[in-house]
Structures are given as C-alpha cells and as structure tokens.
C-alpha cells in the first residue's frame, strides 16, 4: 500500500480508538511492520480498489473489501490484535 492509504487506514484506527490508540503507536507499528500486514499488502495489490471506494465514499465497497480481509487469517489475527488495543 502506498502512504496515502496507510495514512487514510491510520488515521480511521485513530478515530474509532481515541486515545487508547495514540498511546499504543509502538505496538501499531510493530503490528504495521509485521509478517501478517506484509502478506495483506501483497493481496491488496497497489490498493486502488480501496482508494477509488474511499473516493467515492462507497462504504459498500469498503465493506466488502474489509469483510474480505477479514475473512484470512491475517486478517483476523490483525483485527484481533487490534481490538484487544482498545480493551
């Protein structure tokens, strides 16, 4: 993904956590470096879908993409790592 996606993903996980998540950056970007993001980044490609849906505000689409996601282990275990952040 390019910064700006990762700037858009960033700054959407700041949104939804507060503080809890500003104060979790070292974990964030050990998590943003790790084997499991690597290997989402190669099945999201270049990101265009997510950037052109984000765009045009199709939360549909980024619905969709983010079910997706979701649904390989990579995906899960980040989403589980996340959350357990916000606990």
């Known amino acids: 993904m390019d910064n700006n996606l990762e700037n858009i993903a960033l700054s959407m996980l700041m949104s939804m956590g507060g503080g809890k998540l500003s104060e979790k950056m070292p974990e964030l970007n050990k998590l943003a470096g ?20 984000v765009q045009k505000g199709d939360s549909q689409a980024l619905q969709c993409l983010l079910s997706s996601v979701l649904q390989t282990e990579e995906g899960a275990r980040m989403a589980k790592t996340l959350s357990d952040m916000l606990k």
Do not use: F, T, V, Y
């Not at 989402?40 to 265009?48: A, C, E, I, R």
């Open 34 to 53: 790790s084997e499991d993001i690597q290997n989402l980044k190669q099945k999201l490609g270049d990101g265009s879908e997510i950037m052109k849906a």
